[in-house]
């Protein structure tokens, strides 16, 4: 059983700055992807930040410059820096892997979600 749990969410004002976790565990042989949705009040999700096992990293152009994703293999978790937030990055955000556990082949995870607000 794989499971990501995610912190670090929650309240903000217009200019600050939150960091996210996400910890992969269970019985994991190898992770590859790892990144960051985020789906905002009747809109769909989207892709914010994603990083391969190798580092590279993509991010949607609305957080480019501001945002950064970067991971710790030793510790099976990725982060997400987020800075200079704006209220249009409410939204819950949810950590994904493709993740190889100890049985089958890679799958996708999913994080619970944590919920960013962004307000004065």
């Known amino acids: 059983q794989v499971q990501l749990v995610e912190s670090g969410g929650g309240l903000v004002q217009p200019g600050g700055s939150l960091r996210l976790s996400c910890a992969a565990s269970g019985s994991i042989f190898s992770i590859y992807h790892m990144g960051w949705y985020r789906q905002a009040p009747r809109k769909q999700r989207e892709l914010v930040a994603a990083?391969?096992?190798?580092?590279?990293?993509t991010y949607a152009d609305s957080v480019k410059g501001r945002f950064a994703i970067s991971r710790d293999n030793a510790k099976n978790t990725v982060y997400l820096q987020m800075n200079s937030l704006k209220p249009e990055d409410t939204a819950v955000y949810y950590c994904?892997?493709?993740?190889?556990?100890?049985?089958?082949?890679?799958?996708?995870?999913w994080g619970q979600g944590t919920q960013v607000t962004v307000s004065s």
């Open positions: 990083i391969t096992s190798s580092d590279t990293a």
């Open positions: 994904y892997a493709v993740i190889r556990d100890n049985v089958g082949p890679p799958g996708n995870y």
